[in-house]
């Protein structure tokens, strides 16, 4: 069965830094896209980064410049670099694959990221 770890939260100043990963494991397929997406209280999940397996990305307008995407697909992992953190950033942050041609879906347990002073 396919299991997403995510780890890397937690609480940081405005303007810091978090690094987010997420593993893969139960499985040797290589999804065609990992992403990540968050969800505040009362607010639908969002899509905030996704990669393709040729690592073509794609961002919300909102971390567009401040947010990076990286893959690992050797090793099935997939982080999220999040420079310059507002507090509008504070969600919980889910991993996400995906594949087009099985549309197979799988979740993380999501993560909590909160960006306070």
């Known amino acids: 069965q396919v299991q997403l770890v995510e780890s890397g939260g937690g609480l940081v100043q405005p303007g810091g830094y978090l690094n987010l990963s997420c593993a893969v494991s139960?499985?040797?397929?290589?999804?065609?896209?990992m992403g990540w997406y968050r969800q505040v209280p009362g607010k639908q999940r969002e899509l905030v980064a996704i990669i393709n397996s040729r690592h073509g990305t794609n961002y919300v307008d909102s971390v567009r410049g401040r947010f990076t995407i990286v893959r690992d697909v050797a090793n099935n992992t997939v982080e999220l670099h999040m420079h310059n953190l507002k507090p509008e950033d504070t969600a919980v942050y889910y991993c996400?694959?995906?594949?087009?041609?099985?549309?197979?879906?799988?979740w993380g347990q999501g993560i909590q990221v909160t960006v306070s002073s």
């Open positions: 139960g499985s040797s397929f290589r999804p065609s896209h």
């Open positions: 996400n694959t995906y594949d087009v041609r099985s549309r197979a879906s799988s």
